[in-house]
């Protein structure tokens, strides 16, 4: 099987399909940052629905930084560890502190002109381009809940079949209209997987996110 999508805007349509809006009542649109952003944005375009983003950053191994260990949101408000590997608390310790600060970081770059929407009893519908792991996916869920949210919808394009079947202990609800037992890597499944920049998703959240301050 080859690519499902042919960029990520064609996936958040696909995804829109799949999802029932009547059921999502006021419900905020919060991409994960990078890539799940530019989902986001057309499935809150399509859906008529406010667009938000996160900064949630992977915890990486002190010796092999691209393997994730888990992942955190800005603030601590969410961390989820998948493994320690054998690593010793203060190693640990680390590990987390600086994804944490990385998620810092890309949180006021995001954030500088547009604040975060309140997500306090309303449904939060997080959307990432595709579930690996779900490490990250599971410190967003996290997050949301300690951002007062009542409900937390997940929604991808394309998922591992595992993964997608374990966030449904943590989420309300999970919709993925593709689940894959043979995923690879998430790019597998779209021809156009460019990077996104800190700028376009600015640029997003200008079109579709809350208004921005002066100054």
Known sequence: MGALFRDRAAAGRALAQALAPPELGDAVVVGL????????AELARVLSLPLDALAVRKIGHPRQPEYGLGAVTPGHRGVYLRSDEGLGEEALSRAIEQASQD???????????????SLRGKTALLVDDGLATGATMIAAIRWARAQGASRVIVGVPVAAAQSAQALRSEADDVVCPHEQWRFGAVGFWYDDFDQLTDEDVVALLDELGAPATAG
Do not use: K, Q, T
């Open 103 to 117: 998620a810092e970081s890309l949180d006021r770059r995001l954030h500088e002109r547009h604040p975060p929407l």
């Open 33 to 40: 940052a990078r890539g799940g952003v530019a989902v986001a």
